[in-house]
């Protein structure tokens, strides 16, 4: 059974910056994507920002040019770097690896921005 476990989530204030990790607990053959997505107070789960075995990454509008994703040297690692952050940015943040048409996820890390 693979797990996922995020960390680096907190408390910061508005304009701030914070880094999020993701880690596997064992290594996962043929990742296709690996990715954030976020769930805000009364919201649904959305995607945030998502890298591909190629490098290629995506992100929502609503992080462009705040947020970037990357891929860990270690294999089965993503991070998620933080800046500018804003109240609406509160969420759990979950991160999630795609492979071979399995979606495993992390049990998510909690951001809470204050204005």
């Known amino acids: 059974q693979v797990q996922l476990v995020e960390s680096g989530g907190g408390l910061v204030q508005a304009g701030e910056s914070l880094r999020l990790s993701c880690a596997a607990s064992?290594?996962?053959?043929?990742?296709?994507?690996m990715g954030w997505y976020r769930q805000g107070p009364g919201k649904q789960r959305e995607l945030v920002a998502s890298?591909?075995?190629?490098?290629?990454?995506n992100y929502a509008d609503f992080v462009k040019g705040r947020f970037t994703i990357s891929r860990g040297n270690a294999k089965n690692t993503v991070y998620l770097r933080m800046t500018s952050l804003k109240p609406e940015d509160t969420a759990v943040y979950y991160c999630?690896?795609?492979?071979?048409?399995?979606?495993?996820w992390g049990k998510g890390t909690l951001v809470t921005v204050s204005s």
């Open positions: 064992r290594s996962i053959l043929s990742i296709n994507v």
């Open positions: 999630y690896i795609r492979s071979g048409g399995v979606n495993y």
């Open positions: 890298i591909t075995n190629g490098g290629s990454t």
